[in-house]
């Protein structure tokens, strides 16, 4: 079984930055890809970054892309979420996830593992 545990996250300002984390245990990551996702209140969970573990190939949400820089640590068994010019609409809990799916998937119901989740709030 594979674990997931985020952290990094808090209260920023409008234009600040944060850096998410996701530390994965029990599995070795090779064969999977990792995702960051997040979700506010009422709203379905929304994808926002993709990294192909072994080939480090990433994908991003158009509304992140620029800002956002998602990136692993093979040493440390991490994904980073690096989130620069944040904004309002960036408030959300943040997700890690995990899937087998070789295809460049977007939705959350095709991610297999998830972690507890991160809250980030940027205040205008």
């Known amino acids: 079984q594979l674990q997931l545990v985020e952290s990094g996250g808090g209260l920023v300002q409008a234009g600040g930055s944060l850096r998410l984390s996701c530390a994965a245990s029990g599995r070795a990551l090779g064969p999977y890809a990792m995702g960051w996702f997040r979700q506010t209140p009422g709203k379905e969970r929304e994808f926002v970054a993709r990294?192909?573990?072994?080939?480090?190939?990433?994908y991003y949400r158009d509304s992140v892309k620029g800002r956002f820089t998602i990136s692993r640590d093979n040493a440390k068994n991490t994904v980073d979420l690096q989130m620069n010019s944040l904004n309002p609409e960036d408030t959300a809990v943040y997700y890690c996830?995990?899937?087998?799916?070789?295809?460049?998937?977007?939705?959350?119901?095709?991610?297999?593992?998830w972690g507890q989740g991160t809250q980030v709030t940027v205040s205008s």
């Open positions: 996830a995990a899937t087998a799916r070789v295809a460049i998937t977007t939705a959350a119901s095709e991610y297999d593992y």
């Open positions: 990294i192909r573990w072994n080939s480090g190939s990433t």
